[in-house]
Every structure is written in C-alpha cells, then in structure tokens.
C-alpha cells in the first residue's frame, strides 16, 4: 500500500528517522574521543566553507533579517561554538577526584529531537549539530515550515561532511515531509530521548507536555535600563546595533528602553542622533495597530523586517534612514503591544523616577513576558548593577553591551549558544546557555570511605552529648588501626592522671 495522506506519511518518515537514528547513535556512542572531535571538526569546516550560501537561502526563503548578519551569525554558530567546545571531555571519564575517591563518567542521552526555528534556522541547525555530536547524541532535525529548504539544505551540507569524517550516516536526520503530526510524533515517541526546543512559546510548551525531557526556551522580552551613570551614547549604540542585528529576529535583544526623569531628554537626543525615529502618540497608535494579530500574538509581517518598511506598512512617514521606531508607553500588559516581545527594530521607551522605579518597571515588564529570559542594564554605578542582579528574575543580566550579541556569548564571556534556557521562573529546566555538557548525562563511581560500624558509633557519641569523632572523606582509613590509636591514647591519659593524683 503506498501512503498518499501528507499526514501519514510525516508520522511514518519520523519513525523510521528516530529508529535509524537510535541504532546508529549505539555505534557513535563507542567512539573515542578523537574520533568525536574529528567528526566535530568536519561538521565545523562544513559550515564554514558554506556560510554565505546558508544565509543567503535563509533570508530569501524567510524574508527575514539582513544576509551579512546572517553570515555572522553562521560563523558563530560554527566556528565560535566549536571552539568553545573542542576542549570538552564529553567520552568516558570526564573527572576525576583522587581525594573524595569519585570519578565521573560521560553518558549520551541518545537521540535529541532539534526543532529549528525560521528567525535563526541555519545557524541553529550548525549549533545544535555540533553540541549534540559532541555529546554522543544523534540528532533528528524539525524544520520550521516557512524555513524548511534552507534547514533541510544545512542538514545535507552538515551531514555529508560528517559521515565523510567517520560519523554512523543516520546520526543525522531531518524530516522533510512537515506537518503538525509528524512534529507531535517526533514529540512524543519513545525513541526521543531529549527534546532541544527553540522557537515560539506554543512550540516550546508542547515540548515540555510532550512526556519526554525537554529544554525549551520561552520568549524573550528584555528591557534595557539607562541608569544616569552611564555612558549615554556609547549605551545608544550598543542597543541600536543589538536591535538592528538581523533586523532583531535573536530573542535576547533589547525589547524596551528605561530611563530615569533626568536623562530623559539626553538619551532621546541621542536616539534621534544615531538615526532612530521617535513616533508622535498618533503615530504610536497607528503601529500598534500592525503589530499583533487579533490574538495578541505577535505579528509575522513584521519579524526581521527594517524599520522603515514596517513604517510603511503602518502607513507612517519617516527618514529613509531610519533605523528604529520608538514610542514611549507607560503601560505594560497582554494587550499593551509596545510592552511585548517585538522581533524587529520597534522599542518601547519607558521614563521612571528613579532607578528603584526603573527596576520595579523592568521587573513587570519581564512578569508579564519574557521571565527567565534576558535583561541589559547600561550603568557605572557597580553597588546598582548588583541591586539589579539579585532582583530581577533573569538567567542573564548583561551590563554594557548590546543584547542580542552578548545574550548568545557574542560580546561577553557566555558559554557561545542559540538556545538559552530561562530557569524555572521561564518555565525551562536550566537557565544555562545550552552546551554540551547539557546533553548528556554523568555516571558518578565512588568508593567507600567510611564503615557504618563507625557511623553508629558517632551517633552514639551525638546523643550523649560527646563529640563525634572526624570521619575522614579524604582517606579511607584501617578501622582497626584507628581503634587502637584511640585505646593507646586513654592508656597514656589514665597513666597521667594516676600520677598526678587526679
């Protein structure tokens, strides 16, 4: 019988891609070290040699961003990460400790189901390759469906340059035939052993109730603080160039500005200066009209698009050379649109009192979306930055530099990634930028260091208001030669004692 229904024969390709891909992983998960890091290396040079074409097929099939940011963000998911990584023992014995006598053992997952978004899709399909080999795993690819030629392409590129390196051929796959059931299947099947999800918040939750491990990130809604120590035109530049980086399609750039009354008028001069565009509040309203669907949900005609063509979509006239809408709100909520999440270069442009104001405001703006996720905070003032640390619910307070660049571990010292996990206030199962090391698990081996005979007698000692002697962690001492330690030294005190009449 040959399947004619779109459906079925989704269902029965992820089938049939996850059963290959857990027999091959087997054979992956025999492999040295050197052999790992080899392959690794091709799927890096791979991507490498290919980083242009990529982008280009993902711009033109998306509609989204700008090829040049695109190329960079190739690169880093494929050099930057790869070199991030090359160093990781991630094949039999990782660590080890000769004094608390425990060692670890590296142990694959299996097979990671990768679900690729279309604002990111190539360079999440090299960073989500490269992590998922290096850990022993195989990996099959989900396509978005308005990304699917250019991730179905990436995977091909990726794959041929890895089995030429060594690499089981089935330890890579992606589904070609795409549906909503064929994604569910790939969800929930008993062959998945992780689920690594990047994309929108219904994607995400699926995968968390899909009944297998997942980690999911939720979306990204990061406000940016200007606190008046800062160097205000330097701060201006860093979020424009974050927020005009592929046209803000990467989650943690900056969603809205926050500034005190008394700069207000300085970082506005500057946002003016650096080419962005302050909307009158008619302006305002008619943008607003253009940035969500009926559902509140944001709208797709304007992800990764420039500022001026959303302009002209809401019928507003501004400079050619505008880089950025900005409207300035005091209101945060499901249906207050410049207080979402805004995968373009639109900013919401808050003005508080003070900073303790500032940090109330970014605090709901971050619970009404985006919790867990990202905050930036531009300030030279050390004793605010650590107030703004230990109180917002964020897995990543960037200070001084651009968002989306130092969320991923561009511009700061982050471990490299494109999925970054929000903790569990953003519903994820770690706030960590995704590694390696997130993909596998460790077998802990450690020997015995203490008798229980020994621990009884502690007890003992406890409950009758005694000292406890020491257990040693460190080195397993004879119990026997312990004891007679202690009974020569109540010998030489009862002898002391006898002599001095006590």
């Known amino acids: 019988m040959q399947l004619a229904d779109k459906d079925l024969i989704s269902i029965q390709e992820t089938r049939l891609l996850l059963k290959n891909a857990k027999k091959a992983q087997v054979e992956l998960a025999q492999m040295s070290q050197c052999q790992i890091d080899r392959i690794c290396k091709a799927i890096k040079d791979a991507a490498m040699a290919n980083l242009e074409r990529l982008a280009k097929m993902a711009n033109e099939e998306t509609g989204f961003g700008v090829v040049k940011d695109k190329i960079i963000k190739n690169y880093f998911a494929s050099q930057v990460v790869y070199e991030s990584i090359k160093e990781m023992k991630t094949v039999g014995i990782v660590s080890s400790d000769e004094v608390k006598k425990i060692f670890e053992v590296a142990v694959p997952m299996g097979v990671v189901a990768g679900l690729i978004p279309s604002t990111n899709p190539t360079?999440?399909?090299?960073?989500?390759?490269?992590?998922?080999?290096?850990?022993?795993?195989?990996?099959?690819?989900?396509?978005?469906?308005?990304?699917?030629?250019?991730?179905?392409?990436?995977?091909?590129?990726?794959?041929?340059?890895?089995?030429?390196?060594?690499?089981?051929?089935?330890?890579?796959?992606?589904?070609?035939?795409?549906?909503?059931?064929?994604?569910?299947?790939?969800?929930?099947?008993?062959?998945?052993?992780?689920?690594?999800?990047?994309?929108?918040?219904?994607?995400?939750?699926?995968?968390?109730?899909?009944?297998?491990?997942?980690?999911?990130?939720?979306?990204?809604?990061?406000?940016?603080?200007?606190?008046?120590?800062?160097?205000?035109?330097?701060?201006?530049?860093?979020?424009?160039?974050?927020?005009?980086?592929?046209?803000?399609?990467?989650?943690?750039?900056?969603?809205?500005?926050?500034?005190?009354?008394?700069?207000?008028?300085?970082?506005?001069?500057?946002?003016?200066?650096?080419?962005?565009?302050?909307?009158?509040?008619?302006?305002?309203?008619?943008?607003?009209?253009?940035?969500?669907?009926?559902?509140?949900?944001?709208?797709?005609?304007?992800?990764?698009?420039?500022?001026?063509?959303?302009?002209?979509?809401?019928?507003?006239?501004?400079?050619?050379?505008?880089?950025?809408?900005?409207?300035?709100?005091?209101?945060?909520?499901?249906?207050?649109a410049f207080s979402r999440e805004k995968l373009c270069p639109i900013l919401a442009f808050y003005i508080e009192d003070d900073w303790q104001k500032a940090c109330e405001r970014s605090i709901e703006i971050l619970n009404k979306e985006g919790v867990g996720h990202t905050m930036i905070i531009h300030s030279q003032n050390q004793a605010i930055i650590k107030e703004f640390a230990l109180k917002k619910p964020v897995s990543r307070l960037l200070v001084n530099t651009p968002g989306a660049l130092g969320g991923v571990g561009g511009t700061t010292n982050l471990i490299p990634a494109f999925t970054l996990g929000c903790g569990a206030v953003g519903g994820s199962i770690t706030s960590d930028n995704i590694s390696p090391l997130n993909l596998l698990n460790l077998r802990r081996v450690a020997y015995g260091v203490v008798e229980l005979d020994e621990i009884r007698k502690n007890v003992e000692r406890e409950s009758k208001g005694q000292p406890a002697r020491t257990v040693s962690r460190d080195v397993a001492l004879d119990q026997a030669v312990e004891d007679k330690l202690d009974r020569m030294t109540d010998v030489i005190f009862e002898k002391l004692r006898n002599q001095l009449n006590i």
């Open 123 to 336: 360079s999440t399909v090299i960073y989500k390759a490269l992590i998922a080999i290096k850990a022993g795993n195989a990996i099959v690819f989900s396509p978005h469906p308005t990304a699917q030629n250019c991730i179905i392409e990436t995977v091909r590129v990726l794959k041929e340059a890895a089995v030429a390196a060594g690499m089981p051929e089935d330890c890579i796959g992606c589904v070609t035939e795409i549906t909503l059931e064929g994604t569910a299947e790939l969800l929930k099947n008993k062959d998945t052993s992780l689920i690594l999800a990047t994309g929108g918040e219904a994607m995400v939750k699926a995968a968390y109730s899909s009944g297998n491990p997942a980690i999911g990130v939720g979306p990204g809604n990061g406000p940016a603080f200007i606190e008046k120590s800062a160097d205000i035109s330097l701060a201006v530049k860093q979020i424009i160039d974050s927020k005009t980086f592929d046209n803000g399609v990467i989650c943690a750039s900056e969603q809205s500005i926050i500034v005190e009354k008394e700069t207000e008028a300085e970082v506005i001069k500057e946002l003016i200066k650096q080419g962005c565009y302050m909307l009158s509040q008619d302006e305002k309203k008619q943008l607003e009209k253009i940035m969500m669907t009926p559902k509140m949900t944001m709208n797709p005609k304007i992800v990764g698009k420039t500022a001026t063509y959303i302009a002209e979509m809401a019928g507003i006239r501004v400079p050619g050379e505008t880089k950025i809408l900005v409207g300035v709100e005091n209101r945060v909520g499901h249906d207050v």
